[in-house]
């Protein structure tokens, strides 16, 4: 069964410092899609970046990084520059299936905080 | 830009009565989803639907939930007797095989609260 791990239930950052939120994932799917979904109080999920477990290049949009070790099973996300919009929980998620359109299995989320 | 809507955005009902919520799917995507997250807790899958029938579903997703596509645009979840644990924020999800991602796309879910 898969299964993903975040450990890090609280995390603070200063304005425009780096974060990086961790994410570990277990599968014995060879083919599997890793997202990060933001859910700031207002409870929407908010989608933010993609990595595919056959993608060479770790996935990046505008702030938003992925740090994908396959042999590590680590699919941390980095977000540059941080901003007091930033402060959110934040959730991992994957699917079984590079492309399929099977369900997410998310972690438990790491809340963010970003300080002036 | 297309969006995923549920209606109502909050709903108070009593125990052991009957609750329907609803979803409006991105109108050509054609995988649909619904999943819970209870108060301070991680998101749960509940059920998927594609071609007029249910996919998968989890263990949660027992005889009491039913979920429908009635009209072609609609996809409601039904929860015949309700119970003070399915207390929880209910999201609606839709998807396509388009593009790279196969991204799921989320609504802004309806909180349900049972007393």
């Known amino acids: 069964a898969q299964k993903i791990t975040q450990t890090q239930p609280g995390m603070f950052v200063q304005e425009k410092e780096a974060v990086t939120l961790d994410c570990t994932y277990d599968?014995?799917?060879?083919?599997?899609?890793l997202f990060w979904y933001k859910q700031p109080s207002s409870g929407e999920m908010i989608f933010l970046i993609y990595?595919?477990?056959?993608?060479?290049q770790n996935a990046t949009e505008g702030r938003y990084s992925l740090n994908f070790q396959k042999a590590r099973k680590s699919a941390n996300l980095v977000i540059s520059a941080s901003q007091l919009g930033d402060s959110a929980m934040y959730f991992c998620a994957m699917r079984e299936g590079e492309y399929t359109a099977s369900k997410l299995t998310f972690g438990t989320g790491t809340r963010l905080q970003v300080t002036l | 830009e297309p969006e995923v809507t549920q209606t109502p955005s909050h709903q108070v009902t009593q125990m052991g009565q009957e609750v329907i919520l609803r979803c409006v799917p991105i109108?050509?995507?054609?995988?649909f989803y619904w999943y819970r997250q209870i108060l301070g807790q991680k998101v749960e899958f509940l059920v998927s639907f594609y071609n007029n029938e249910i996919s998968e579903k989890s263990e949660i997703f027992d005889d009491q939930f039913s979920v429908e596509r009635p009209d072609g645009s609609n996809f409601t979840l039904k929860i015949r007797s309700t119970k003070l644990e399915d207390s929880a924020m209910y999201f609606c999800?839709?998807?396509?095989?388009?593009?790279?991602?196969?991204?799921?796309?989320f609504g802004p879910g309806t909180r349900l609260t049972v007393t």
């Open positions: 109108s050509n995507h054609l995988y």
């Open positions: 599968t014995s799917d060879p083919s599997y899609g």
């Open positions: 990595q595919g477990s056959y993608d060479q």
């Open positions: 999800a839709s998807g396509d095989l388009a593009g790279a991602r196969y991204e799921q796309y």
